[in-house]
């Protein structure tokens, strides 16, 4: 039977076995027929909060944090709704914050494809860069300790608002609502300390896990600190489409998010498999190998010990090259050997987390990577097997074993599988 797997742009039809297979796609919800219409009506009525227009006066300082280039968020539907609900304040009093994280700035082509040309040509925008101490404001500590620096735009800025979607994450549990202030506008040393080997270490840090998961009430913490006074969080389907829109008080309407999309995009499999198939969601969440380390994970918590991942990730900006990311791949050695070295007294590189996670994924796994964007040798650098036809390498599975139990994820951490519990 074929099946579409979300690959880059165009996606990518693979022939799977007939038997054996089993596909856990999310639920498909329809995209919301008037997204204007829709936005519009919940930034009016809000939830836990007076109306954004009432909220803003005259004169004052806005903030808005937005998402970078590496995620799906449908900004250029969004941000007109919210600028048309501050059309009594001066363009110059309203700044659009790109909350990069540690991640690169985007790119002015970038931007102008996020935004479009009309916002970015009146609006000041903003890269967030996490190692620009000057544009940080230092606020303290949270309760455990962890230092929190902040963009300075944001700090000082009178109104202070989020906007982000929501989908399960691999360690902060879900995306969205505070996250779109730290990591997203934090300085190295706050995201370092939120992403200590420790907490991205814990089994509560994982995915659709809020409640007792250390590293998202950290997270939590800190955007209370700094203060939210408006958040916007839509969930999305496959075609990027908004499905729903919460507007308001920033945990209440990150709450009313995560319930929704849970619904629909974590789904339970009843055992574990011999072999996974997953992507990256496609661009442009498989942008890299960076990213694609939360498709090799979410693919994981259903896999038996010692099984195969096969995973579609065109990475089309390649590992990147020339990251910290990149060198530790390189220089990973033995998974359970780094996984002990990430944990020692002064191991402190920038995006560690990610590689701690994937040595996590290969301990367990051997993992494919079917990639049009990363040479053999970069894959095989990063441990894995390059793959040029996935149905060559289901083929060899079955080969070795004709009862193999095969799961897809054909959009890859868009679903987030998890086992049954069993009596």
């Not at 970038?110 to 190692?131: F, K, P």
């Not at 949270?142 to 620096?149: A, E, K, L, Q, V």
């Not at 040595?359 to 095989?380: F, M, N, W």
Request: one cysteine or more; charged letters at 20%.
């Amino acid at each position: 039977m074929k099946i579409r797997l979300d690959y880059g742009r165009n996606g990518l039809e693979v022939d799977f076995p007939d038997h054996g297979v089993t596909v856990v796609e999310p639920q498909f919800i329809p995209g919301i027929v008037d997204p204007f219409a829709a936005l519009r009506n919940s930034i009016r009525n809000p939830i836990a909060t007076v109306p954004l227009a009432e909220m803003v006066k005259p004169g004052d300082q806005v903030a808005i944090s937005i998402c970078d280039s590496t995620r799906a968020m449908p900004s250029r539907i969004v941000l007109p709704v919210i600028l048309g609900e501050l059309a009594h304040l001066p363009d110059m009093n309203i700044r659009i914050l790109v909350a990069t994280g540690t991640h690169r700035p985007s790119t002015v082509e970038e931007l102008r494809r996020m935004l479009g040309s009309r916002i970015l040509d009146r609006y000041e925008v903003i890269n967030h860069v996490c190692t620009d101490y000057d544009s940080l404001h230092f606020l303290g500590y949270t309760d455990s300790g962890i230092p929190i620096s902040l963009n300075r735009v944001w700090v000082e800025s009178d109104i202070r608002i989020t906007t982000g979607f929501v989908e399960p994450h691999f360690f902060a549990g879900f995306s969205g609502g505070p996250k779109l202030v730290a990591p997203g506008l934090a300085g190295l040393e706050t995201v370092m300390a939120l992403h200590s080997a420790r907490l991205i270490g814990s089994e509560n840090s994982t995915w659709g896990r809020i409640d007792d998961n250390p590293l998202h009430t950290a997270i939590r913490e800190i955007s209370a600190i700094t203060g939210v006074h408006f958040s916007l969080d839509v969930t999305l389907n496959s075609h990027h489409e908004i499905t729903s829109v919460q507007s308001g008080e920033l945990f209440a309407v990150h709450e009313k998010a995560r319930t929704f999309t849970k619904a629909a995009a974590m789904q339970e499999v009843e055992d574990v498999f011999d072999a996974v198939v997953t992507t990256n969601s496609g661009y442009p969440l498989d942008l890299n190998l960076y990213q694609t380390v939360k498709g090799l994970s979410g693919a994981s918590r259903v896999l038996k010990p010692g099984g195969t991942i096969i995973c579609a990730a065109e990475c089309s900006d390649g590992i990147p090259a020339g990251t910290d990311f990149a060198e530790m791949v390189a220089d990973m050695g033995d998974p359970e050997s780094f996984l002990q070295r990430v944990t020692e007294p002064g191991f402190r590189r920038q995006d560690q987390w990610q590689v701690q996670v994937l040595a996590q994924v290969l301990r367990k796994a051997r993992v494919c990577l079917k990639s049009g964007g990363l040479t053999d040798a970069e894959i095989r650098l990063a441990q894995m097997e390059p793959v040029v036809r996935i149905e060559e390498k289901l083929a060899e599975i079955v080969g070795e074993n004709r009862n193999a139990k095969i799961c897809v994820l054909p959009e890859g951490p868009q679903t987030i599988p998890y086992l049954k519990e069993h009596d």
